[in-house]
Each structure stands twice: as C-alpha cells, then as structure tokens.
C-alpha cells in the first residue's frame, strides 16, 4: 500500500531527501552533496540519485510512496509545476521539474518554495502543530517566510508571498539588497547582524573578537558571534539583543497585520542566539503590540532544524495528492 | 421570496441602512441620527426603526430580507454574535445583537466589525470586484483595515486582524496612540496629515493657512489642507504628498509581505486629495518594491464611499446565510 511519502528539499549545495509517514514522522533521510553539475540533466540526475538511495535506506520501492514533494529555491509556477527560474543550478530555467519527478518514479509530484515548505513542516509536524495559523521566519544570508492560515498555505497573486524579510521597519533606515531602503532582512538577518557587528567594532567598540575584525572582517560569522556573546564578550551579546529587538520590531508588524495564533523563528542563529534573541524579541512584542494581536500568541523557535524542508515538501504533497498533483 | 438583503452600518454618529439585491445594487438607504441615547434598549430602538424605515422606503416587508448584516465599531466576538464593547455607544458592553435584531425581523443576521464590513463591500460590489485577494486602508481619525484573502475575510486568531495603521514603518519614529512608534497611522491618517501640517507651520514653514494655525490650530482639518493644495499652496501640497509616500511605505510592507491582487484606499481624504496622494505613493511602490510583489497588481481609491459599510455588511449576511447566520 502506498501508504508513505517522499519530500526533497533541492538546495544549491545539498540535495535532502526524507522518507516520512503521513504524520510527519521521519522513517528515513540522506542528504547528498550537489556537487558541480554542469546540466539540466545532470541535476536531475542527482535528485533521482539522492531519492533512489533514500528509498533504499528505507527499504522501500516508489511504490510504497503516495506523493512526493520537492522543496526548490528560485522563482516557480507552481500551478504548472516548474522552475522558471533560480540562480545557484546550471541551466536550470523553465525547468519542468514536476514533470519529470512523476515520470521517474510514477507517482503524483507537487513543486513549494523552499520558504513555504519549510514553514509547512513546522506547521505540519514541527513546533506549530495544532495551530490554525501559523507565520515563519527563517533567519540566514536573508530572512524568508512562509504565511500558513486556517490550515492552508497562503501564496499570493503571484506566487511572492512571505516576504517577511522586507517588510519596512525604518522608511529612512538602511538599504536592503532588494533595492527597498529600511528592511527587517537588513537589520536582523544572520548577514545583516554580522554587518551591524563589524561596523560597530570598525567604529571602535571593544571586544574580544577586535583582532580577529580588524584582521579578517570576511571571517566573521553570526556563530562566531553567537559563541562569542555566550562566552561573556558584550558587544557580541549587544548586537545579537538588538537583533531579538529588530525581529520583535517585524513581529509586531505581523501581529497587528495579520493576528495569527503563531509566529515561528528559524535558522542556525537560533541554535546559537536562544534567549539573547528570543527575550528581547518577547519584550518588544509585549511594549509594542496592540493587546488583542498578542493575546495568546505563541512566539517559538522551530523544531525539526534542517529537516523542517523535506518533511513540508512531503506535507505538501499529502495534502494535494488525490487532488491537484499530477 | 426572501430574494433581497439588509445592511446596517452602526456608527457613533449616525445609523445608516440600506437594502440591497445579491449583487451589491443598492435598492434603498437611509441614514438615521444616533442622537444621545442613554440606555442599550434605546440604542437597539434606533437600530430597529432606522431599519424599519430604510425598509419602508424600499416598500418592502422584512419577509423580502433573506439576511442581514450589521456593521459594528468595537470588540466583537463574531461566532457568539456579541459586541463584547464599543466606546461610542451607552451601556453597550457584552450586547447579544446577533440575537436582539433575529428576534426583532425574524431573519438570520450576523456581525461584523466596521472596517471588515467597508473592505467586503469594496470586494463584492465596488473597486476590488472580481479580484481574488484585497486588502483595504481606510484613511480617518486613524488608519483602519480589512483583509480579503481567497475570496474570504481573513479575521485573525482574535478576530483583531488588519489593525493594518499600526505596521511600523519607522520603529524610532513618531509615537502612536495605540502605545506603539512609527506606525503608519502616527504618519499618514487624515488627523497625522493635520499634524504634521501643524507641526510645519509652527515651526515656521510659510502658508496661505498661516494666520489660521496660529489662531485657531484646532479647526484645520485636511479637507482644508486639501483645499488649499488645490488652490497653490506648497505647504498644504507637500504635506499631503509626504502622507502619499508615507502610505505607500506602507503598501510595500503589503505587497512584500502578503502579495495581493488589490490595494485600496478609502477615507475622506482621498477625494479631496486624489493623485496629491496617489501619485507619491504608486512612486514609492515603484521604487522600493520587489518585482513580483507589485506585478499586475492594481491600488485604486474605493469606489462605494460611505455606502460600503453597509453594503459590505449585506454582502457578508449573503455569505453565510444559509451556512452559519442564526
């Protein structure tokens, strides 16, 4: 019986495949790095490769899999099931990545962002569970987002959706790669907090990493920082509270906006920052927030780590599949 | 046969009703003073007779109604069918309205807070027809909101959704009222755009108002400020221009964010001050938005003016009449 399912979660580096059950509940994953393809042909290549070799951690043929889905960065046409377009795969424009997927293992195959499907794994099986509406934050180079209400992903008119990242916080603040001037991702992504805390030292403020700025400022990560902040250094843990601050400048944007029952933060930096992010973050949110928008909100970290893509990639095809997965 | 439908828009000020057919057409209204009732009892009387009257104007029975709908300021609890309060009107705290105006017409009515209502109105019969997805700005004392996503109003965890005058464009901004700094409402309401105008003179911007702010500061409201625009004056032009950029930050957090198919704008404001506020703001989205949050999408002054209240609530009676109306 065709009972479990099959989320692939397609990055620039890694290719993550799980094998879960209809709850979520992860039976088998492997990731496989993506290596250097120089084709179209040979990226899907690697996907079948990757999925092959997941079935067979499990002990399994493609016809114990109901649906598959596939996490994929760039720019997608979802409806019609293809990339059209996304910038770390060669030739990997008008890809009809649905298409193919169903053809190699003969089962029904839906296309997510990567955003979204990592914001339905947390909904689905991760840290909001049992929620009706649930808003992610993923916190990395940028800060993406996923928006699900009353239990369904909400995309947009264009598919564009969840742009949490640029939501202004400051109209006359600083620029953001997008062009916009004064984005939450220009202030509180995982880069930007690695930018604010360079400046800061560039600007003379003590610390114990000062050398290690003034020396190879391209070295400094938010881990560094994090590791740095739990060691007892102070402007590390400054600039990782103000970071909590901005977020909590973003949530109350997204309180009073959308008034959903939970907003959910991910991305390695929560593994390091923890309460230096998660308080300030609280705090604010409590001053700011009108009462009714915060009554009862739940405010978490995420829970399945990197696993959260595969697992809303396979999340996403349960609830298609019978329906529009083809 | 119960083929037309009532809409009630419950204001502090006045009671306006209208009856409607199930597209939206307006059939008959009539706007009814609330005057200073003292008690709830009085308040529900004023309620039934401005009804009663818009009815007879229509000559019709209430037995032609299949539903109704009423429009609301305050705190709902919408399910129960309970204003849980309302500052404007006596004694009206935990009022069972649902239930009073069912009992009074003996058709099925349901509740719905004011700015949901004008927002439904624009959608089902005004400048947001036939698009999939809308969000509405009412430009007043404040900046309210209604959200329509997928053909639904979207209400929020706490039915306190599309508080969309208290997103943070600027969180070391001007401080709101609602507790909040820098949002939207604290910049670009109808009462902000007199403040700041105020605030421009005083500090000794030159005006044909001058005399006037100097006098008597209280009176400016910004249908002068509008009417002096018109007639050359720089100050009154410029300061509803930047109120035009201030909400057009606005609409960038929109699109980035929840990426709808139509903005509106609604409010006293945006007749006398039209392209004065429109042409900053579309400029603003021009520039600072993402491509694809702003592809095909339309922003549009509303179309049904003061009549959208009740003809939005009409609209959501016809939605769930026969579903979940009592």
Redesign the interface.
Known sequence: MAEYLTGIDLGGTNIKVGVVDQTGRIISKHSAPMGKPRTREEVLEKIYAATEETLRRAGMKADRIKALGIATPG?LDIAAGVVVSAANLPDWENVALRESVRKRFDIPVVLENDANAAAWGEYWAGAGKET??MIMLTLGTGIGGG?I?DGKL???????????G????????RQCA??????LEAYASADSTVRRFVEAVKSGKSTNLERHVHEHPEEITSKIICEEALKGDVLSRKTLEETGF?LG??V???L??????MVVLTGGMIIGAGSMLMDPLKRVVE????G??R???RIAFARLGGDAGFVGAAGCALTVSGTSAS
Request: charged letters at 20%.
């Open positions: 720019t009706s509406s928006i209400l909400w995309h947009g008119f264009k598919d564009s959706a969840g742009e949490i640029h939501v202004v916080i400051d109209y006359h603040g997008c062009g916009n001037i004064g984005c901005y400048v973003g109350v944007t997204i009073h906006f959308m008034n959903p029952e001053e700011r927030a009108m009714r928008s009554e009862d909100v």
